[in-house]
């Protein structure tokens, strides 16, 4: 049975560029979070996909947005990337209404 | 408001037990987790805990929950190398919503062999 999984595992990208990260969830769940996580830091709440549209929100701006497709995968999109978006992206799934969240091994994104 | 609080360091020798300590504000908190993160990977979930229960037990893994003082804590029993990584509790967010988990700064601990 296979986990979450991140694609890419790694990114370099410009300031000023977008960038595109994919998810793919935990089989049998419907459910997909993404977090940021900065160095030293704890993962920060981005946002939450189920049915297809954004459910929660935490304190990101615009710049990023979020897409859910009928076979439950998921994309985080960031426009206008600042130096400050260098993390560790990490998705994670679980099954409509429960609250245990099993993540990906993530997408590091550095912005130069 | 939501916040959780780690100490951010812990070094032990083989053998020995860890115990890793956090705090929460949100006392509407359902369940809180222990997740374990190794150098450059994602997190991994250890094991979760119901908010009306006191203890729970996984194999080497004991949470300890105090409601009243709204502080969890893991104890790993015969802490092995292996176990080197940073650790992380979490709680959903305000008002106990299961959407997202608010994290704390995570613990670092290092085994001595």
């Known amino acids: 049975d296979a986990g979450v999984t991140q694609s890419p595992t790694h990114l370099i990208k410009t300031r000023g560029q977008q960038v595109t990260l994919r998810c793919s969830p935990k089989s049998g769940h419907d459910t997909v979070s993404w977090y940021q996580q900065a160095l030293g830091q704890g993962p920060q709440f981005i946002f939450q996909y189920y049915e297809e549209e954004e459910r929660q929100r935490g304190n990101f701006p615009d710049r990023f947005s979020g897409h859910q497709f009928p076979n439950y995968s998921s994309e985080l999109n960031v426009n206008a990337l600042l130096l400050g978006d260098s993390a560790l992206y990490l998705c994670?799934?679980?099954?409509?209404?429960?609250?245990?969240?099993?993540f990906g091994p993530g997408t590091r994104l550095t912005v130069t | 408001g939501e916040d959780v609080e780690q100490s951010l360091f812990l070094s032990v020798r083989e053998g020995d037990s860890s115990v890793i300590n956090c705090t929460y504000t949100?006392?509407?908190?359902?369940?809180l987790y222990w997740y374990k993160q190794e150098p450059g990977a994602g997190l991994q979930l250890l094991t979760y805990i119901f908010s009306n229960m006191d203890m729970k037990q996984d194999q080497r893994l004991t949470v300890l929950l105090n409601k009243k003082d709204k502080h969890l804590s893991l104890r790993i029993a015969d802490t092995q190398t292996g176990d080197s990584a940073i650790y992380f509790c979490?709680?959903?967010?305000?008002?106990?919503?299961?959407?997202?988990?608010?994290f704390g700064t995570g613990t670092l601990l290092a085994v001595q062999p």
């Open positions: 979490a709680g959903p967010g305000y008002g106990g919503a299961t959407n997202k988990l608010i």
């Open positions: 994670a799934s679980s099954p409509q209404g429960a609250g245990e969240q099993y």
């Open positions: 949100d006392s509407s908190s359902t369940y």
